[in-house]
DNA sequence: CTGAAAGCGCTTACAG
DNA sequence: CTGAAAGCGCTTACAG
């Protein structure tokens, strides 16, 4: 059996000062002479001495904890933020709680600070972090907001305020992917959107009329269908672009979910994916690479989001200065197998 | 500003009690008057208390916490469990920490024992739970009980101790699938195997066999490739699969990511599927109903999966008696469009 | 069946 | 620059 853990009146007799002391060190405190740093370093080194959170938290009513609350999964999206958060918290000392709001739309707002009053029972948690569509739920933020919890949002959203948004130039990484097929020399290029009241919908369709503004390209609304961001909306609207009279060259799903849709409806028409039709998606996501065939799309940076988002809440609970809100990290275009490319001419 | 949340001394004057008493109406012990426990309870609901997990954890050096111990992300896959395993602690008032400890293999001892320690810092876990590879990891499930730990494992492992497991019956849903090819009228079966080293492939294999042998077809080894669970590995084994000479009708491979690289290879080689070839998988993942076309599959209730692997952990944590360490969970053939139909017979 | 006292392991003022 | 005392909000023995 393991003795039980040592405390930090051990580390301290160990290293002949007081516990006081040996706070100071371990929370980075001013005031120590380097030569009572390095013994109680030494100390807590030789015994393994881990601090208690829970004593900690107890007495600064502070968590040092890192919550991240989601809504029912949007699987490999929130699993990859959430390996970045994981990794920003345990690099800094912190650990992750994760909870989960379910149909936040029908709760009351009685309900919703009820299960969010749960989450500081370890102390204030130094941060919450959200992703869409809870990031965009206004009763959720400003409860927390009221509850004194900073708030780190990821990925596109409609509210304007001072916490912390890490993302990606959504509108930007539209345009370029639209461009991409434009440069590929396709001109009739249709686009699904996904769910209307989602600011990521929003942004995407813009990145999709300004590159086909820029190449002097008019815009065919008769092109433009709404797929609801999921496969099946996705399918639906490919077959409707597939039937029309004069079928787009290519389209442009605003997901990657959606855009597999369309390669169904493609494949159920016997249309050949991209000799006769290009198809591109957005988000890189899981099944990105395991259609046939494989689709161009744009990743984003996921993993760092989420690990950013996370460290700027951390400094931010530090009450480091500088530190700005709004952070945007760089997307990629992802070029695989579902684009044709122009015949090449020697 | 909302004014700082009620303590148990608040409960306790307004039920007109000592905190004593709110203590034990809170933790459900027995002895006291059906009266005051419904006055404690008026009282705590009036005044909306939450007990401070910090102060209980730090007297009782019980942690109310469970760790889920995640290796790199095998996606959909843990993320669904996490679900279950979230919604388990919500109902039982625990909180969810998560925590990833990567590359174990590569981990010295000491490092996992000084990863793991860290583990504790809210109190001593109700328990760690434990998906594959790190399921499997000898020194993580070590260094757990060493330290008082309890453990509950989900899907399948190899290891063998009094432990919590929580799984479906692989081999039987393996043969299910097989019989269901067979029934569908194919005999030549290829089968494509995981990972050389987990259970999960000796089990889904043996299950194959099982089905051949009860239709009393002869296994042949020359259909048998391995795919080590992986895209790519479907791709290829399904490439030489369809290179025999006398291809098999139908592949069956131990997982959905396999078959979309079977799928992707008969795509590539302009073989239709399921006219000219059956194809099946393992897990329902999430790419199963976006593949075309359509996966047909088993799949495993993560969900429940985790939910029951929590409940059981935080049952054991309570001494409660009578729980049995190994639980199977009903498995669900999905049939889809991956698989060809005898032709009609009036 | 109920309660007053002690203490979990830290950090927060406060002194020196 | 360092330390002795008090206390965070609960639960654990212990009494009655």
């Not at 991240?68 to 990859?80: C, D, E, L, M, W």
Request: hydrophobic content about 35%.
């Amino acid at each position: 059996m393991p003795q039980s853990a040592p405390k930090m009146k051990d580390v301290a007799k160990l290293a002949g000062v007081s516990i006081k002391t040996v706070s100071r060190v371990l929370n980075n405190e001013p005031h120590v002479k380097e030569e009572l740093r390095d013994k109680v370093k030494s100390a807590v080194e030789e015994l393994g001495y881990v601090p208690s959170a829970n004593a900690r938290s107890l007495r600064s009513n502070r968590g040092y904890t890192i919550h991240f609350i989601i809504h029912n999964n949007r699987s490999n999206y929130v699993n990859a933020i959430q390996a970045g958060i994981i990794k920003a918290c345990q690099d800094n000392g912190y650990q992750l709680i994760v909870s989960m709001i379910m149909d936040s739309q029908n709760l009351s707002k009685k309900q919703i600070e009820e299960k969010l009053s749960r989450l500081p029972t370890l102390g204030v948690p130094d941060g919450a972090i959200l992703v869409s569509p809870l990031s965009n739920d206004e009763r959720i933020n400003t409860t927390l907001k009221d509850m004194g919890v900073p708030i780190a949002r990821i990925g596109p959203n409609d509210i304007d305020d001072d916490q912390i948004e890490v993302k990606i130039n959504e509108r930007e990484a539209a345009r370029e992917i639209t461009q991409y097929l434009i440069d590929s020399g396709h001109t009739r290029i249709g686009f699904i959107r996904g769910k209307e009241d989602q600011n990521a919908t929003i942004e995407r369709y813009a990145g999709y009329k300004q590159a086909l503004l820029d190449s002097r390209i008019l815009l065919d609304e008769s092109l433009v269908y709404s797929g609801n961001f999921e496969f099946e909306g996705g399918l639906k609207a490919g077959e409707k672009l597939l039937d029309m009279e004069k079928p787009p060259q290519a389209v442009f799903a605003a997901n990657d979910d959606m855009a597999a849709g369309v390669l169904s409806a493609a494949h159920r028409k016997g249309i050949s994916v991209p000799s006769e039709l290009s198809v591109v998606g957005f988000d890189d996501s899981e099944i990105a690479d395991k259609m046939w065939p494989t689709l161009t799309t744009i990743r984003q940076p996921l993993l760092e989001l989420g690990e950013t988002a996370t460290n700027l809440l951390i400094a931010r609970s530090q009450k480091l200065s500088g530190i700005e809100p709004q952070k945007y990290l760089p997307h990629k275009l992802v070029v695989r197998e579902s684009v044709k490319q122009p015949a090449h001419i020697d």
